[in-house]
């Protein structure tokens, strides 16, 4: 009889340890199986989209598509707000939420503008929103400021790469400026043009021709010519820099990663002030060849004046 209980004791204690190791087992597998889901909400918690640190509202954009009158489309405040589901932008104009960066892509097409045989997908800054007749004179002054890379961008026939222009300061004609000389638009040179070339930033500025010039024989477009251009010594390649310009009158001076810097301090300089003018960035192309392409990221961009 002895032997008999204890059989059975041994037997309720075995199965007793059997029962507990077992629940121990299956809380052990739901405990590593909660963790490893509380793990994969986490991840999700922490992956957050980025968006570009740029104001649009005071910004128009042209772009490589034509629009119903067979130019380049142009999209104003408060339309270009509106950028991230218009169908007539999301092709040229996108956000990369995964580095929080606006990007600018253009391409040869038949959308060009006035004097330009080149396609753009490029802001034009509107101090008034809607209206481009208010801007602003060197004696005003202004500053725009941008942190950019170049995405991606295609090569020649001889496996150079394309040039693209990433920023602006165009000047512009007054209405009455306009009048005086008999031009039938308000158009006027770029003082400025700054350049992805080859890797490398690219400055280039007009001077002009006859120093003895009056006011209103500067006004012509003819009166001006290019200068030699200025290449800052860094090498930016496809990586993150930033551009600053600043003018004030009589001067212009644009700055590289915010240690290289380039100014103009002379008499074109000076002269120029007669004009006014608009900041512009973004994407604007330099190549008809086929198949040719460039993306142009913006993270920041802000202009004060």
Known sequence: MKQTRKGILSILLLAFLTVNVACYAQKSNVSDSDSKVEKQDKKKKKKKYKLPEIDLSHWSVTTPELNDKGGAMNIEPPEILNYATDERLIPYMYNDSTDGSLVFYSFPSKATTANTKYTRSELREQMEPGNNDVNWTFAQGGTMKGKLAIEEITEDSEGKYHKVIIMQIHGRLTDEQRDLIGQKD????????????????????????????????????????????????????????????????????????????????????????????????????????????????????????
């Open 186 to 305: 308000n158009n006027a040179p770029p003082i400025l043009k700054i350049y992805w070339q080859d890797g490398k930033v690219r400055v280039k500025t007009k001077v002009l021709k006859n120093l003895s010039a009056s006011d209103n024989q500067l006004l012509h477009e003819d009166a001006w010519d290019d200068d030699d251009g200025f290449n800052f010594e860094q090498e930016v390649g496809f990586r993150k820099f930033t551009l600053e310009v600043k003018v004030s009158e009589g001067k212009m001076v644009v700055v590289l990663n915010g240690n290289e810097y380039k100014v103009y301090e002379d008499i074109h300089m000076r002269r120029w002030g007669v004009f006014e003018n608009y900041f512009k960035a973004g994407n604007y192309f330099q190549s008809r060849d086929k198949d040719a392409f460039a993306k142009v990221k913006y993270y920041e961009l802000e202009v004060s004046h």
